[in-house]
């Protein structure tokens, strides 16, 4: 009887010791990760206008072609690769527009409907650029529809997920919704294989809000840029796991806790907290490239756009870019391709730049006639249809140096 309680007290030690530990690394984790995220202090918002030579170093512009096929409404999301340039629509639901890299109209993917190759809500769509697939979205019948790059239909994954946001990388799917209902798990960030298996899950769905808002995913060569709305952090999705990496500190104009549960349940309209505070909350957009950290937000109903060095620890925060190379990319970005930002604009902007924009720059002093002048032969040769209306934005690849 000794040895049995011997070896009993032994056993529930040696648990104790295992739990213990076990907590420990917990902790060291907990406390390894929190080092490991990079506050961005932004306190300058004053600034009108940021140089855009001051990041980056050069600038491709490609022009959509306009066909019978191929005319583009708003447009939602742009996703480039090495051969092609895929578009996505916010409103007009006819599948995935694809460009070749010189802007010529190839064809467009997916089609809507009710059969097995068809969707019927397409939410967001994603690339695997090593296998040359296109991932759809169909978010009504919670599946993904998978094609070719080339246009060819490859199959179907029910992943049983009511997905408003999702994003690819590396066999992996990322899906999102704010509060989920309905669907398994009820979780709002859910990773699941390209089986449709759930490999990893966060937050879990409150229910408590009758507005839902969608989250950001920015993919980069290395992982995936993830903030929900309202939140300053920002995190890193790689496999299954998600990391904090960067926090926003507004300081003196960061939005109390009370305020955006307000806006959150939609107990008090944004517009009217966002008057009366005069606070910011959140972020709109991110994208990392090299060394640089860039941010999209709004202070009280003003987009401003935020370049973070993650050498230096500077920050410059502006509203508007001063395109000091071409005098036209003007937009900020919306997508981001290897060490490019992607930006779009209008054609019929690039009319106002040539009758209003170089003037009032050459006033300034940051434009001289001589480079005017070029820079308007070359938009009349290269954007002959600028003002006819049959046009299509032309995307602009900023280069960052």
Known sequence: MKIIRLITACFILLLITISILSCRKKQDNTSSEAEMTT????????????????????????????????????IKK???????????????????????????????????????????????????????????????????????????FVGEVQMNYFADKFEYQNGLFYLYRENPSFGDPLYSLVVKDKNGKTVGKYYPSLNDSPLIHKCIFRKTEKNILFAQHMNDSIFSLTNERMNPIYYIDYGAKKMSLEDREDIRKDIRPA????????????????FEINDKVFIKFVNVIIPMFCVYDKTTKETNVFQYFL???????????????????????DQDDLQSAIDVGFNSWIDEGVLNMEKADRLRMMIEEKFPNRNTGENNPVVFLLKVS
């Not at 001051?54 to 096929?69: A, C, G, N, W």
Request: hydrophobic residues 40%.
């Open 39 to 74: 506050p961005i202090n932004i306190s300058d918002l004053e600034t009108t206008y940021g140089k855009l030579s001051s990041f980056v170093k050069e600038i491709e512009m490609i022009s959509l072609e306009f066909t019978d096929e191929s005319i583009l409404s708003e």
């Open 78 to 152: 742009i996703v480039i690769s090495d051969d092609y340039v895929f578009v996505m629509e916010k409103s007009n639901q006819k599948g995935i527009y694809v460009f070749n890299r010189k802007g010529n109209f190839l064809y467009r993917i997916g089609t809507r409907g009710q059969g097995p190759k068809e969707f019927i809500d397409l939410s967001d769509f994603s690339l695997n650029e090593e296998e040359k697939l296109v991932y759809l979205y169909d978010l009504q019948r919670k599946k993904i529809l998978t094609f070719s790059f080339q246009n060819q």
């Open 271 to 286: 517009i009217n907290v966002l008057l009366e505070k005069k606070t910011i909350a959140g972020i709109t957009d991110v």
């Open 323 to 345: 395109d000091d190379l071409l005098f036209i990319a003007t937009n900020h970005p919306i997508g981001q391709y290897k060490d490019c930002l992607i930006s779009i604009l």
